[in-house]
């Protein structure tokens, strides 16, 4: 039987990338279908002159009054469940707005809102794209200020830094449109700005574009998109599940996965924080992982560096610290084994562990290599064990107060989360870090665009 959900492909992409171009294509295309289009877009974009290029049977909605992805994302799902259940309309179109994350989007349509069947019953998310500005894209990566700072229009505080968004777009999609190529005059740019972005995602289709011209089936009826699938899609998790070879290729492109079973020591950790060299003036464009810092012994640390910006975060607690009936594991064959194959014969070890993947332009691993390394414990200080570890100056100190320890597990934890914006938890334990570092490199008034 034919499947009689409503087909969605969902755009994003920065402002100004080119997303409202591509939606105005498919309205312009003699594809034979009726579709239906939701815009969310916080500027003052005009929906009039979207629906002039359509054949007049198009249905348009405008919802303006906030992020589908966060704040009206119950709006959103009953406008999506709505048109599917219209039963009038062949396809479904997305244009999200400029500034909004891509996964909790896509999740959007598997969970169940208000005890309501899910959205995946009546649509089917079929294709999530992301539209990329060549000309600036590695530039704003680097840019270390806020959503916020850089598009007022937010209606939320965003506070995350603007890298963090572009990457999360680039690695939650199943078609990357590199547009504006013809915008740049070496063509050696865009071979470099080409492989960055296989890198972070490397199942993704990636099509070159002028104009946002593509062929319409990449995007519509592809049938790429799968949930857990795209989970696993950005490339730092290849590298660290050992899928791929860590490697450069000929324009500098590569990535390295730093590992240890030892602890850092927390203030030589912080330190180190503060030098470039973990930053993009040596090369370094996305690093991303978990860390082991010998003062929270029980917990790891999330670690996510884009560009210049640096956020070390609570994690969850360390596997060993857990009994396995406590596990938050997927239910498959062997989930239980595959965890204990990662445990150290050294059961004061367990699972904990340093493990991150740094991704950038001729990453210089001997010296990344060189700096992590020296902030691990000392010998001695290792024998001196986790009770004088203890009295020692913890900056890390409290970084789980607004998170759930003991339901959280490492490379997982509780998907629920009853905050309204479930951008909120990651950023929630930034404060005393940042006043640790004074700020430095964190929402910084003197970078401009």
Not at 114 to 131: F, I
Not at 343 to 351: E, K, L, M, Y
Request: hydrophobic content about 35%.
């Amino acid at each position: 039987m034919a499947d009689q959900r409503l087909p969605t492909t969902v755009l994003s992409g920065f402002l100004g990338a080119g997303k409202t171009t591509l939606l105005k294509r498919i309205l312009q295309e003699n594809h034979g279908m009726k579709i239906a289009v939701i815009v969310n877009d916080l500027s003052e974009i005009s929906i009039d002159s979207i629906k002039a290029l359509g054949n007049g049977e198009e249905k348009l909605v405008q919802m303006a009054n906030g992020c589908i992805c966060c704040s009206i994302r119950e709006d959103f799902v009953e406008e999506v469940r709505t048109l599917a259940e219209e039963k009038r309309y062949d396809y479904l179109v997305v244009e999200s707005t400029g500034v909004a994350d891509t996964m909790p989007i896509a999740q959007l349509f598997s969970q169940s809102i208000d005890g309501k069947k899910p959205l995946e019953c009546s649509a089917r998310l079929d294709t999530m794209v992301t539209v990329v500005d060549c000309t600036n894209f590695v530039p704003m990566i680097d840019n270390i200020q806020t959503v916020t700072q850089v598009y007022p229009k937010t209606p939320e505080d965003d506070e995350r830094p603007l890298g963090f968004l572009l990457v999360d777009q680039v690695e939650c999609a199943n078609v990357i449109i590199l547009n504006k190529v013809d915008a740049v005059d070496d063509p050696e740019e865009v071979y470099r700005v080409e492989a960055l972005l296989r890198k972070l995602n490397p199942d993704a289709r990636l099509i070159r574009a002028k104009y946002a011209e593509i062929p319409l089936e990449e995007i519509l009826n592809s049938r790429r998109f799968n949930l857990a699938k795209i989970a696993m899609m950005p490339g730092y998790l290849k590298d660290l599940r050992e899928e791929r070879r860590p490697e450069t290729d000929q324009y500098g492109i590569g990535s390295f996965v730093y590992r240890r079973r030892r602890p850092f020591h927390p203030e030589r950790l912080m330190d180190a924080a503060a030098k470039p060299l973990i930053g993009f003036g040596l090369g370094v464009l996305r690093s991303k992982g978990f860390f082991w810092v010998a003062t929270q012994n029980d917990d790891f640390g999330d670690w996510e560096q884009v560009g210049s910006t640096l956020q070390m975060s609570y994690g969850g607690a360390w596997y060993a610290t857990l009994p396995p009936a406590k596990w938050n594991l997927a239910r498959t064959p062997g989930a239980v084994a595959e965890i204990q194959r990662i445990f150290d014969p050294d059961p004061a070890i367990g699972d904990r562990r340093q493990e991150i993947v740094f991704i950038g332009v001729n990453v210089p691993e001997p010296e990344i290599t060189e700096l992590l390394d020296s902030i691990l414990l000392t010998d001695e200080e290792w024998e001196a064990g986790e009770d004088e570890w203890n009295d020692w100056v913890d900056p890390f100190k409290g970084w789980d107060e607004n998170s759930d320890s003991e339901e959280e597990s490492e490379e997982g934890g509780d998907d629920s989360d009853d905050s309204d914006d479930p951008r909120a938890k990651p950023l929630s334990t930034m404060g005393k870090i940042q006043e640790w570092l004074g700020g430095l490199r964190w929402r910084s008034e003197k970078v401009k665009m």
